[in-house]
Nanobody, 123 residues
Framework: VQLVESGGGLVQAGESLTLSCAASGPSADRYAIGWFRQGPGKERELVAAIRWNGVRTYYADSVKGRFVISRDNAKNIVSLQMNSVQLEDAAVYYC?????????????????WGKGTLVTVSS
């Protein structure tokens, strides 16, 4: 499975930005997809995840109520809509794919990773 993120860029605090993760490869639509982020000097953290059929989602407390994860399996795209962006949201955002719904909230269980897209937030 190959993953390519897009949509990163400069956004003003309080505004919105939508990231996309394009998946390709055998049965790419059968993988759970997670969005991670890694800020300078920080560990990579799971921000949101969605099961392959979209019926189950997860959000980190820090983004709950502001970010929305969704997927279009016909197009093999998983989107992360970032609303009310905060300065603390600035990071490189990665999407990752897992054959199963990971029980943990770390990077374990995600077999495939994209190269990331940078989100910069201005005040």
């Amino acid at each position: 499975v190959q993953l390519v993120e897009s949509g990163g860029g400069l956004v003003q605090a309080g505004e919105s930005l939508t990231l996309s993760c394009a998946a390709s490869g055998p049965s790419a639509d059968r993988y759970a997809i997670g969005w991670f982020r890694q800020g300078p000097g920080k560990e990579r953290e799971l921000v949101a995840a969605i099961r392959w059929n979209g019926v189950r989602t997860y959000y980190a407390d820090s983004v709950k109520g502001r970010f929305v994860i969704s997927r279009d399996n016909a197009k093999n795209i998983v989107s992360l809509q970032m609303n009310s962006v905060q300065l603390e949201d600035a990071a490189v955002y990665y999407c990752a794919a897992s054959q199963h719904w990971p029980t943990g909230r770390g990077t374990e269980g995600y077999e495939y990773w994209g190269k990331g897209t940078l989100v910069t937030v201005s005040s």
